[in-house]
């Protein structure tokens, strides 16, 4: 028999987030054959939101392991400053910046490393912000929306009013499927969109 289940994260899934995350890195799809370094991608999209507000990090798993997420960051600022002190020093001391004719995606995420998770403005109707991810396996059967959901009610739980996320033009699944569970558009980029959604609070 096949089940699923959303549950809160426990420290021993951060291994399972790096794999989801590899899994899904590449506008949706897996990303493994791209990188050299696995791990490179989820040291800044996931493992600092479940080690730093594990309190809204949730997975999804099939048969007991977990092969989804949904991951948030209460308060994108200070989020970003956390990391700046928490978070980001020892690997920036363990990852070189890259040299400017570096264009490989172990590259480009080594210096996103270097330049944090600083956001320009701050909007105060949205100060949250979530990543989801799920591999293949749990695609496609609603799970996605139940960990909105999921994510959804502990953020109002903290009185949070409202979230946004960043997803890139060519994760056409992704902005569909954005759309179609409440989010709508905040601003539109070269690079996407960033879509919000009012939590109601
Ligand atoms: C994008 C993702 C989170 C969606 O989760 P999912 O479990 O596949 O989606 P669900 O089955 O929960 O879909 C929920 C609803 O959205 C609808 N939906 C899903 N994809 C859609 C799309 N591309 N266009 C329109 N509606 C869509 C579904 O039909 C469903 O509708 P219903 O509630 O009326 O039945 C998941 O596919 C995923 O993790 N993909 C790979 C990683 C990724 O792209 N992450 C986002 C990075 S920004």
């Not at 899904?24 to 897996?30: E, R, V």
């Not at 309190?55 to 960051?73: C, D, K, P, R």
């Not at 105060?124 to 293949?136: G, Q, R, S, T, V």
Request: net charge negative; aromatic share 10%; proline share 5%.
């Amino acid at each position: 028999m096949s089940t699923f289940e959303i549950r809160p994260y426990h420290p021993t899934d951060l291994t399972a987030l790096y794999r989801i995350c590899l899994g899904t890195g590449d506008s949706g799809q897996d990303a493994t054959h791209l990188y050299n370094d696995p791990d490179v991608i989820g040291h800044y999209y996931a493992a600092p939101y479940a080690v730093l507000e594990p309190e809204l990090a949730f997975v999804l798993t099939h048969n007991g392991h977990a092969i989804g997420y949904v991951l948030g960051a209460a308060d994108t600022a200070a989020f970003g400053h956390r990391c700046e002190t928490e978070w980001f020093p020892p690997l920036r001391a363990r990852y070189a910046m890259p040299a400017e004719d570096d264009t490989s995606r172990d590259a480009n995420m080594i210096r996103a490393i270097h330049r944090g998770h600083r956001r320009e403005e701050n909007d105060a109707a949205y100060p949250a912000h979530l990543h989801i991810d799920i591999l293949p396996a749990g695609q496609g059967m609603g799970w996605g929306k139940r960990l909105i959901q999921t994510l959804a009610d502990a953020m109002r739980h903290q009185g949070i009013p409202g979230v946004y996320l960043g997803v890139g033009r060519r994760n056409a699944n992704a902005v569909g499927f954005y759309q179609h569970v409440g989010f709508h558009t905040l601003q539109e980029e070269d690079w996407g969109y960033v879509f919000g959604m009012r939590l109601g609070t």
